[in-house]
């Protein structure tokens, strides 16, 4: 099973996504993730894109194609994986399939998760981190015990600036222009799978569990 996963900011991919690879034992690889492995492992392409992120600036896709072909070898993608953050553009995502097509492999469906603006803003901007630990708590769906205050260490419970709506909006914005194209260019494919995830994490799994039986019948 290969699959892709889309999905804007507080969508809850993450959350669906570990629940298919716990069931399914596939692997869930995140571009972020395997960026920073390649880094710290200092590979040929890891040391490339550590020079270009040590200036701030976007990793090629050339460069980040390579180090996911290199992750896509190894032994726990043998019975699949789903890749999350990557592709980003409609350019990677015929990069990836140029990819799959030289090893006689193809996407089996791209699931988009699909949120009403004003909830993702709801979602995120309930979110709450400790000034002195780092701990991460929800004051709509997981807050801390006491108010304002950090159930492991006791520090100030703070929003960060990225999560103030306005930020949250601007995000959304970038999202939407990046990936809007991206959506297409699967729909054209015959392999998106639109997955409403306004609901309970069970209800948004059940979604997803109806959309890879109709696709890979599992």
Known sequence: M?????????????????????KYKIAHISTGDILREAVRQG??????????????????????????????QKSDCKRGFMLDGFPR???????????????????????SFEVDEEEIVRRLSGRRVCSKCGATYNIYTDPPS?????????????????????AIRRRLHVYKEQTEPLI????SKGKLERIPAMG???????????????????
Do not use: F, H, N, W
């Open 2 to 22: 290969r699959l892709v996963l889309l999905g804007p900011p507080g969508a809850g991919k993450g959350t669906q996504a570990a629940l298919v690879a716990e």
């Open 43 to 72: 590979t040929a392409l890891g040391l490339r894109a550590k020079s270009y992120m040590d200036k701030g600036d976007l990793v090629p896709d050339e460069v980040v194609i390579g180090i996911i072909a290199e992750r896509l």
């Open 89 to 111: 553009t409609v350019a990677q995502a015929e990069a990836l399939d140029s990819e799959l097509s030289k090893r006689g492999q193809e996407l089996d469906a791209v699931l």
């Open 146 to 166: 006491k108010p304002d205050a950090c159930d492991a260490c006791g520090g100030e419970i703070v929003m960060r600036s990225d999560d103030a709506p306005e």
């Open 184 to 187: 297409d260019y699967y729909q």
């Open 200 to 218: 309970p994490v069970e209800k948004v799994y059940g979604y997803v569990e109806g959309a890879l039986s109709a696709r890979v019948g599992v």
